[in-house]
């Protein structure tokens, strides 16, 4: 069955460090990738998407890259600050199947 | 523009009651989403919709149903609640670009 990791669950980093999110995935061949931010109690708020014939997106402090023979996704948010603070989620998609990450909540310490 | 909207935003069930969830969106986009949250586990596709008049099962349908009689309205039926039930319901539309764009949610709990 499908199977999507998030690296681990927290993160814990300094305020203007970069920090680094994993996705993995198996038993998938999604056409795209997503990242979403979820601050708590609210909904994921979408942030970039990667297809599968791409291999990195950026948008202003974030990256992802998409290696689809390791069937990995990385996302980067570089110069980091406390307001980054929140869960990430990573999504993917083939069709009408959505599959979601169980995220991974991200500190930025000042 | 209210983006996507979901009422209620907290609800209280016993076991074996039923109740609907609603959710609106103004974007006049076509593919809407319902997912289901709980701790320790990613979101999951409880059942979605192509466009108006059009529902299709995604990958935890059991236990409820779903109607799109209108394009802006994804309605969301638990008809005998469970306490596996219990959980964070989110509704999402989608726009060309794939975007989901996700509503505050519904806290559901059943006793």
């Known amino acids: 069955s499908q199977k999507i990791e998030q690296n681990s669950e927290a993160l814990n980093i300094q305020e203007g460090k970069t920090a680094t999110l994993t996705c993995n995935y198996t038993n998938y061949s999604p056409a795209y990738l997503q990242w979403y931010r979820q601050d708590p109690g609210r909904g994921p708020v979408f942030l970039l998407l990667i297809r599968e014939n791409e291999k990195e997106k950026r948008k202003e402090r974030l990256k992802v890259t998409f290696d689809t023979t390791l069937k990995q996704s990385l996302f980067h948010i570089t110069a980091s600050q406390p307001a980054d603070s929140a869960t990430y989620l990573c999504?993917?998609?083939?069709?009408?199947?959505?599959?979601f990450g169980a995220g991974t909540r991200l500190t930025v310490k000042p | 523009n209210a983006g996507v909207t979901q009422t209620p935003k907290f609800r209280v069930l016993k076991t074996g009651q039923s109740m609907t969830l609603l959710c609106a969106q103004d974007?006049?986009?076509?593919?809407m989403y319902w997912y289901r949250q709980d701790p320790g586990m990613g979101l999951r596709l409880i059942h979605y919709s192509v466009g108006e008049g059009t529902t299709a099962k995604g990958e935890v349908p059991d236990g409820y149903n779903v109607s799109r009689l209108k394009k802006q309205n994804f309605l969301l039926g638990l008809e005998s609640a469970a306490p596996s039930q219990t959980s964070v319901y989110f509704c999402?539309?989608?726009?060309?670009?794939?975007?989901?764009?996700f509503g505050p949610g519904t806290r559901l709990l059943v006793l």
């Open positions: 974007m006049n986009h076509e593919y």
């Open positions: 999504a993917l998609a083939r069709g009408n199947d959505m599959r």
């Open positions: 999402a539309s989608m726009d060309i670009q794939e975007t989901q764009y």
